[in-house]
């Protein structure tokens, strides 16, 4: 069993930044894939960005060229810089995990753009 906990969400003004992390509780390269999902009132849950462990990564087009995700395998830690923040965005973010067919998601954090 992975344990994923994410940390960083909070409130931020439109145009504003926030960092995201997700702390796993064991080597990531363990895991095939690591990524972001989010899901905003009222909608379903999507995908905002993942990395392979061979370090392929997707964006979805609504944050590709304002977010970045990216690992310190040192400390076990994907992140998702996200910049340029909507409020489009507001969002709780969950931290997913992937290995096989075995998925392991994080609690969630709250992210809410707004002035």
């Known amino acids: 069993q992975v344990q994923l906990v994410e940390s960083g969400g909070g409130l931020v003004q439109p145009g504003g930044s926030l960092r995201l992390s997700c702390a796993a509780s064991?080597?990531?390269?363990?895991?095939?894939?690591m990524g972001w999902y989010r899901q905003g009132p009222g909608k379903e849950r999507e995908l905002a960005a993942d990395?392979?462990?061979?370090?392929?990564?997707r964006y979805s087009d609504s944050v590709k060229g304002r977010f970045a995700i990216s690992r310190d395998s040192a400390k076990n830690t994907v992140y998702l810089q996200m910049n340029s923040l909507k409020p489009e965005d507001t969002a709780v973010y969950y931290c997913l995990g992937r290995v096989g067919v075995r998925e392991f998601w994080g609690q969630g954090t709250q992210v809410t753009v707004s002035s």
């Open positions: 990395i392979t462990n061979g370090g392929f990564i």
């Open positions: 064991e080597s990531i390269f363990r895991l095939n894939v």
